[in-house]
């Protein structure tokens, strides 16, 4: 059986050498292909210098977290691996992680995403995301309140992915991430994709990582062009979701909308919101094209995006 670790980096100094070291260390061997999104810290020298029997693919740019992971995972397939395991750097194995996954999936191979419980950094409380996933399934939820787990595994809509146990079928069905996002988004659109092929999204109990993200910095104040970043990525995320029907003519009527409320805010001189909506009207003009062709893509059963 083989398993390939993906870990796509980009000036990852603060946790790479802890992540690797985890996976290194597990119960069971774990082959590890890196791909580096053109850092300029010590990254790729550290991982030449103390980890030279993994393999690296370096780039030249940063080419999002999606197109990076598609590399590893296409690396993965051409090396017959039977299980990919997605890692963020910034994410630490458990000894017993992976091998617990897998055993869990073998009872259980009508799952496309199984993923473990997401800690945070020091492993004595949940990542203060992934409770927001739990609650998606309250037998869960109430059985990680009592620490009291009933089942092998419990089904989400999703799970973010900091780590993604993806069987290779998984893959062959579903392909890899839509470059309709370069980062953030690739995930939910990918969940979406495995529940329209009809496989089901998993959080083993028993097996754990720790996340260590808590220290990221947020903007507090946001640009006109954040704002319209943010809501470029929300219509895509909800518009390219194959699970629901949208068609051109409901995202045409949304720049309909658009048009209103440009008109009126120029007329009462309002420019600055004008601005922004304008904005949103020329990026809504720009990502229907692109949103249609992934919808078209992501209903075919095959390894898109994969080369």
């Known amino acids: 059986m083989k398993i390939y670790i993906v870990i796509v980096t980009y000036n990852g100094m603060n946790w790479l050498k802890k992540c690797l070291d985890s996976v290194l260390n597990s119960s069971i061997p774990l082959e590890i292909v890196i791909i580096d999104n053109n850092s300029s810290d010590a990254t790729v020298s550290f991982i030449k210098n103390n980890y030279p029997e993994i393999v690296l693919f370096e780039q030249n740019q940063n080419l999002g977290f999606g197109a990076a992971n598609n590399l590893g995972i296409s690396y993965a397939l051409k090396k017959s691996s039977d299980f990919i395991f997605l890692l963020n750097q910034d994410a630490f194995l458990y000894k017993d992680t992976v091998e617990t996954l ?75 991430f839509d470059p309709l996002f370069f980062h953030y988004g690739e995930d ?48 895509k995320t909800i518009w390219a979701d194959i699970n629901k029907d949208f ?17 009126k805010l120029t007329l009462r001189l309002k420019f600055k919101k004008m601005k922004y909506y304008l904005g949103e009207y020329k990026m809504i003009k720009k990502i229907i094209p692109k949103i249609l062709n992934s919808r078209k893509i992501n209903k075919q059963i095959g390894k898109s995006y994969l080369t």
């Open 188 to 235: 939910d659109n990918f969940c979406q994709r495995i529940l329209y092929h009809k496989f089901k999204i998993g959080v083993v109990p028993k097996a754990y990582i720790n996340h260590d993200r808590e220290n990221v910095e947020e903007k507090t104040t946001l640009s006109i062009l954040d704002k319209l970043s943010l809501r470029e990525r929300y219509l």
């Open 102 to 176: 897998i055993e869990v999936y073998k009872k259980n191979n009508d799952f496309g995403i199984i993923s473990p419980i997401h800690l945070n950094g020091v492993g004595n409380n949940f990542d203060f995301n992934f409770l927001n996933y739990l609650k998606k399934n309250k037998k869960i939820l109430f059985d990680a309140l009592k620490n009291n787990y009933t089942k092998s595994i419990y089904e989400v809509p999703f799970v973010n992915a900091a780590a993604w146990l993806l069987p290779r079928k998984t893959i062959e069905s579903v392909g890899g």
């Open 247 to 263: 068609s051109r003519n409901d995202m045409l009527k949304h720049q309909v909308v658009l048009k209103k409320i440009i008109f």
